[in-house]
């Protein structure tokens, strides 16, 4: 029993990469990565009111435009977006892999006097857990970046995409990898991450991994290993999963050069549109 609970991600309390963190390149690691103390410290990376003031009203407007009502929140996090989500009337289940970021994420809006519907799910069997058909499927945060290997992104968006009705819509975000891995990223904007006296930068950047540093007053550290995903093979996914059109925003904006932004958002649709085309 001993020797399970020490394997056991849910109690766990400090980050384990080995002695070569570059080579952990796994997409179930991300259980480990997201340890109690981490998930304690990363409201004060995140600082909700800094981030509802960055970024406005961009999503609830995107999802009224559609007509969404129905949305399912597939990387809740500490519960940031669910909040925004249910305060502005949107019917919302908060799905995620780390049972640590749910319970945090429950006890966020227990806080703000909301009850969130929760759902401790993998993307990769997203059906399984979840029942129904929603008409927005949001998956912020960077955390798409979490899947390491293609077959298992493939999955997921299919996964994704069965889950929306027939004219839902995914907005999924990443950050700009193309600017990291070539060499041009500008300095970063914070529209993300507003905390203040603490950091978010990438450590380590190559084809298959960005390692990034999270650094809190104290001198206390944290990692995260990502997949640096370029904007146009995310496209390029969408597309080969079934989604008809996509629409790309940097930092929430439709213009953009494209070194700029520290992250892209993409609108996938579900249904087939004629008359439009896609941005890409």
Same mark, same amino acid.
């Given at each position: ?11 766990? !309390?400090?980050? /384990?990469?080995?002695?070569?963190? +570059? ?14 103390? @981490? ?9 909700? $009111? ?25 990387? /809740?996090? +500490? *519960? ?8 502005? *009337? ?12 749910? =319970? ?8 703000? *006097? ?13 059906? !399984? $857990? ?13 955390? @798409? ?21 027939? #004219? ?18 500008? %300095? ?7 905390? =203040? $006296?603490? &950091? ?6 190559? #084809? ?8 809190? %007053? ?8 990502? @997949? ?13 999963? *079934? @989604? ?9 904006? &439709? ?5 700029? %932004? #520290? ?18």
């Amino acid at each position: 029993m001993k020797e399970a609970t020490q394997n056991n991600p849910i109690f766990q !309390r400090t980050q /384990t990469f080995g002695a070569k963190p +570059t080579d952990v390149r796994e997409t179930d690691h991300y259980q480990y990565e997201y340890v109690h103390d @981490f998930v304690e410290r990363w409201d004060d990376l995140i600082d909700w $009111d800094g981030r509802a003031a960055s970024e406005g009203s961009f999503f609830i407007d995107v999802l009224k435009r559609y007509g969404c009502q129905s949305v399912i929140d597939a990387a /809740t996090g +500490t *519960g940031f977006h669910s909040v925004q989500l249910l305060k502005a *009337g949107f019917e919302v289940a908060s799905i995620d892999g780390s049972p640590q970021m749910l =319970a945090k994420a429950f006890e966020n809006a227990r806080q703000r *006097g909301m009850i969130l519907s929760t759902v401790h799910s993998d993307w990769r069997w997203l059906s !399984r $857990d979840v029942v129904g058909r929603y008409d927005a499927i949001i998956c912020l945060g960077n955390s @798409f970046t979490h899947i390491f290997s293609e077959h298992d992104r493939r999955r997921t968006l299919a996964e994704f995409y069965a889950m929306l009705k027939h #004219d839902g819509i995914l907005i999924l975000d990443q950050r700009n990898y193309d600017a990291l891995l070539d060499g041009k990223a500008e %300095p970063g904007h914070k529209y993300y991450y507003c905390g =203040a $006296d603490v &950091s978010a930068a990438p450590e380590h950047v190559d #084809d298959g991994l960005a390692r990034f540093r999270y650094t809190f %007053p104290g001198d206390e550290v944290y990692h995260l290993n990502m @997949f640096p995903l370029r904007k146009g093979y995310v496209h390029e996914l969408m597309h080969q999963v *079934g @989604f008809q059109s996509v629409t790309t925003y940097g930092d929430f904006q &439709s213009s953009y050069r494209e070194t700029e %932004p #520290d992250f892209f958002i993409h609108v996938a649709e579900k249904s087939y549109r004629e008359a439009e085309t896609d941005n890409s």
